[in-house]
């Protein structure tokens, strides 16, 4: 059975840092690509970040270029996410999600860590 | 990474067929076989209803069905039950994005 679990969501000040963490089981994570999707309270969803299963490609959405950094331990089956320069607007449930074999959609879904950016 | 565009709220009675519209461009939907959906109950992770337009992963019910023309793709369920009442995101995933759609609220009545 495919579980992701996320940690690593809490209180930060704006202009803070967090990292959130995956820990993946059920399947072979190396083989896999994986993704970050956030949503806000009471808003849609927005896709964040990816990164192939080598950890050698990432990609990001426009908002979080160049404060956020997806990596992966396949040693370890987990998945990260560096936040930086944290701004009120990432205030958010983060969750941790795997592509299918594909590349073509997202299949199976972590529960979610919240990530509060507040003074 | 355009929002694709879907009505805010579509609403219908127990056994009544209802569509969910996701409207996108030639960029994203038009180009793509890589439309699907998520279904999200409130306070739960979403979970993926339809994958490249019109397949249907294991265990989800032949009930929920999607179809393609153009920059539009769309949901459709028929039977609409109780536990069909949930927010509905479509998504044209390229490998390198994944931009969602607006969402869709469905109240059964």
């Known amino acids: 059975e495919v579980q992701l679990l996320e940690s690593g969501g809490g209180l930060v000040q704006p202009g803070g840092s967090l990292r959130l963490s995956c820990a993946a089981s059920g399947f072979t994570f190396r083989d896999y690509v994986m993704n970050w999707v956030r949503q806000a309270p009471g808003k849609g969803l927005e896709w964040v970040s990816i990164i192939n299963g080598a950890g050698d490609g990432t990609y990001y959405a426009d908002s979080v270029e160049g404060r956020f950094t997806v990596s992966r331990d396949n040693s370890k089956n987990t998945l990260y996410l560096q936040m930086n320069s944290l701004r009120p607007e990432d205030t958010a449930i983060y969750y941790c999600v795997k592509s299918n074999s594909a590349w073509s959609s997202l299949d199976y879904w972590g529960q979610g860590t919240l990530v509060t950016a507040s003074s | 990474q355009s929002l694709l565009t879907q009505p805010a709220s579509v609403s219908g009675s127990p056994g009544q067929s209802i569509a969910i519209s996701c409207t996108g461009t030639s960029s994203d939907i038009g180009r793509s076989n890589y439309v699907s959906w998520y279904q999200q109950h409130p306070g739960k992770a979403p979970k993926l209803m339809i994958y490249?337009?019109?397949n249907r992963p294991s265990g989800v019910s032949d009930r929920f069905s999607g179809a393609k023309s153009g920059n539009t793709a769309s949901l459709t369920i028929s039977g609409l039950q109780a536990d069909d009442e949930a927010d509905y995101y479509c998504?044209?995933?390229?490998?390198?994005?994944?931009?969602f759609g607006t969402g869709t609220k469905v109240t059964v009545l």
């Open positions: 490249d337009v019109s």
């Open positions: 998504s044209s995933y390229t490998g390198s994005t994944a931009p």
